[in-house]
T-cell receptor, first 109, second 119 residues
Framework: TQLLEQSPQFLSIQEGENLTVYCNSS?????LQWYRQEPGEGPVLLVT?????EVKKLKRLTFQFGDARKDSSLHITAAQPGDTGLYLC?????????FGRGTQLTVWP | DTGVSQDPRHKITKRGQNVTFRCDPI?????LYWYRQTLGQGPEFLTY????????KSRLLSDRFSAERPKGSFSTLEIQRTEQGDSAMYLC?????????????????FGSGTRLTVV
């Protein structure tokens, strides 16, 4: 069961464009994580957000946790081909991770 | 330490055969997790160990699947009588957990996975 809904499922853009991907749930989370996964590799943690309304920046990536802690967004500014990958939002419960289906991002040169 | 290692990276097997995968976690991590990821999906939790004890198994882990972590270090995941539906990426992860004064996880890290294809 996918308790985390991610949208869009696929995104294909040109280098230099901006984009936002979304993660939504009907449940309140104590924290939420974003991972990026490249083909043939395991997911790599990008960020953890904990506080409602929290905004975290990682270079050109901006992560926001909704005020009600039920949703999150990831915004990428001036996307580059190296940003290509599967972006996964994840909630953690007692150490187990529950993943959304992910957004497959492709950035063309 | 080079992170979480999984072996083999790829495995092709005939339906009905048994396969075994190995995971070597980060040495100071006390928790080890197994996940399965099929095409177009995020990883799904299968089971986890704290030290050598297997503390939880998902309903996804049928009777044909067994996991061990005999000395609290490396772990193996065995699939008996493989079926085509078992084709997936099997991911291992490890973390360091402290339970006192409250539950905190550090350093949740995934390996590169074992890609299983059942033909």
């Amino acid at each position: 069961t996918q308790l985390l809904e991610q949208s869009p499922q696929f995104l294909s853009i040109q280098e230099g464009e901006n984009l936002t991907v979304y993660c939504n749930s009907s449940s309140v989370f104590s924290s939420l994580q974003w991972y990026r996964q490249e083909p043939g590799e395991g997911p790599v943690l990008l960020v953890t957000v904990v506080t409602g309304g929290e905004v975290k920046k990682l270079k050109r990536l901006t992560f926001q946790f909704g005020d009600a802690r039920k949703d999150s967004s990831l915004h990428i500014t001036a996307a580059q081909p190296g940003d290509t990958g599967l972006y996964l939002c994840v909630r953690s419960t007692l150490g187990r991770l529950y993943f959304g289906r992910g957004t497959q991002l492709t950035v063309w040169p | 330490d080079t992170g979480v290692s999984q072996d083999p990276r790829h495995k092709i097997t005939k339906r009905g055969q048994n396969v075994t995968f190995r995971c070597d976690p980060i040495s100071e991590h006390n928790r080890l997790y197994w996940y399965r990821q099929t095409l177009g999906q995020g990883p799904e939790f299968l089971t986890y160990f704290q030290n050598e004890a297997q503390l939880e198994k998902s309903r996804l882990l049928s009777d044909r699947f067994s996991a061990e972590r005999p000395k609290g270090s490396f772990s193996t995941l065995e699939i008996q009588r493989t079926e085509q539906g078992d084709s997936a990426m099997y991911l291992c992860a490890s973390s360091l957990v402290r339970t006192r004064p409250y539950l905190v996880h550090y350093g949740y890290t995934f390996g590169s996975g074992t890609r299983l294809t059942v033909v």
